[in-house]
């Protein structure tokens, strides 16, 4: 079969299974499935990018789609003044005395000959250091804290319109990226993935602990919209009479109109990173990283420095999956910490990558919406599948009760299949790289 005859083949598939969504089941279920679908197929860029081009393996990747999120509330949410006037310039001059204590620790132990009063006087700088910022921070906190801590407790962000938060979520993943790979990427594959994981569960840590921040556990909701909200749309008597011209209900057309307004912003975002991640891939760069993926040695003989171009790589992977979690934090209009987990952020972004093609953008972006299909409609499917399995049996049958115990497992189960199905049949992908 022609290979572009394939790949549209495939797109169209996930295309009519959306439709078919739609038709069965509503449109309103249908643009759900398509809204986050598309943030997923982003998610799935940005690994691609560090692991088909230059194969590094980051399974850290909840972690800067949480900082994403924490960038968009940090941009868009109006700033809490009371908490600013509390103790505000506390926590800033706190995190400026911090940071203060280690650039003099490092330029100490660059500038001071090698020997045990070096050490001694580096030691002495971080304890001091350590001591004054505690001194200062945890009252400040405290006082923020304090300030209504049921609506607010915390700083807030800057008040800026919410597009703008998108990309400032992906440079704040990609600054701790950044900070990340300078420690982290002399590490062999295997420790890198260890060291990935075991910061991105810092990241989510802190994000939970650190109520001056992002209000913690208590979540941080309402933030701003880049479309009207339904309740505006349903008290527009022009919008309520179109809706009615096309045979809509006021709250179901104010519905399918601001998630129709998402998946366009949503489909556009793609489109962007789709395109630059393709002229990057064909660019001598990208042939770069692919020489650097295939044989790092014989990429160092020819004089290139794989460490600096493995830097670039990672954080440029975890600024698009930090621009995914700013945009999926927007969709939600709230950032919730505790909702973070490895299988949702990590492993089921891999799983889009392996099944969609490593190491091409196409393959990944469809990788991203067919497993993101499945995963939220494999559950319900198997309600119904096992409703049918089990009707001749008795109410009371053991085996009836286990089988419809078992439908909440019914994900992770095809998503073991599905692996297996590929690894077996098409190890390389759904759309293999050329």
């Known amino acids: 079969m022609n290979e572009t005859v394939k ?16 038709v069965l089941q509503g449109w309103n279920a249908a643009l759900t499935i398509l809204n986050m679908g598309l943030i997923s197929a982003i998610m799935a860029i940005g690994v691609n990018l560090q692991w088909g081009f230059a194969g590094l393996f980051n399974v850290g990747v909840m972690g800067f789609v949480a900082l994403g999120g924490l960038g968009a509330v940090l ?60 001194a200062v921070f945890d009252p400040a906190v405290q006082s923020v804290e304090a300030v209504n801590p049921a609506l607010e407790g915390y700083l807030g962000g800057l008040g800026l319109p919410v597009l703008l938060a998108w990309p400032a979520g992906g440079l704040l993943a990609a ?8 420690t982290a990427l002399g590490l062999r594959s295997d420790y890198l993935a260890i060291a990935t994981l075991g910061i991105a569960e810092i990241i989510i840590a802190v994000l939970k602990n650190e109520d001056w921040l992002a209000r913690g556990v208590k979540n941080v909701i309402g ?77 160092r003989a020819m004089g290139k420095d794989v460490t600096r171009r493995h830097l670039q790589i990672f954080v440029l992977g975890s600024a ?69 399995i089990t009707l001749p049996m008795a109410d009371d049958s053991p085996l009836k009760a286990h089988l419809i115990d078992s439908v909440a497992h019914m994900r992770l189960l095809t998503m073991g299949v599905v692996m297996l199905l590929m690894l077996r049949f098409s190890p390389r992908g759904l759309i293999p790289e050329k």
């Open 223 to 299: 933030l701003p919209r880049p479309v009207p909200y339904e309740i505006d749309l349903q008290n527009d008597p022009g919008f309520v009479t179109r809706a009615a011209e096309l045979g809509f209900d006021p709250v179901t057309a104010s519905t399918l109109y601001v998630k129709t307004g998402y998946a366009l912003l949503f489909l556009a975002v793609l489109l962007l990173v789709l395109t630059m991640a393709q002229l990057a891939l064909r660019s001598p760069w990208g042939r770069m990283m692919r020489a650097i993926r295939d044989n790092e040695v014989a990429a």
């Open 75 to 134: 941009v868009s949410m109006d700033p809490v003044n009371d908490a600013w006037a509390a103790g505000g310039m506390g926590i800033v001059l706190a995190l400026l005395l911090g940071a203060a204590t280690v650039v003099a620790a490092v330029m100490a132990h660059r500038k001071l000959p090698a020997g045990r009063a070096r050490g001694l006087i580096v030691a002495a700088i971080l304890v001091g250091g350590f001591f004054a910022y505690r």
């Open 320 to 388: 698009v999956c930090g621009i995914a979690g700013a945009m999926m934090t927007t969709l939600d209009s709230q950032l919730t910490p505790g909702t973070y987990n490895p299988l949702r952020f990590t492993f089921l972004v891999w799983v889009m990558v392996i099944v969609g093609g490593s190491g091409n953008n196409f393959g990944a972006v469809l990788g991203g919406m067919l497993i993101w299909f499945l995963w939220v409609q494999v559950e319900p499917l198997g309600a119904l599948l096992m409703d049918v």
């Open 7 to 22: 790949n549209t083949g495939l797109f169209a598939l996930v295309g009519t299974l959306i439709v078919l969504t739609g």
């Open 175 to 182: 600054g701790a990226a950044w900070l990340i790979g300078k």
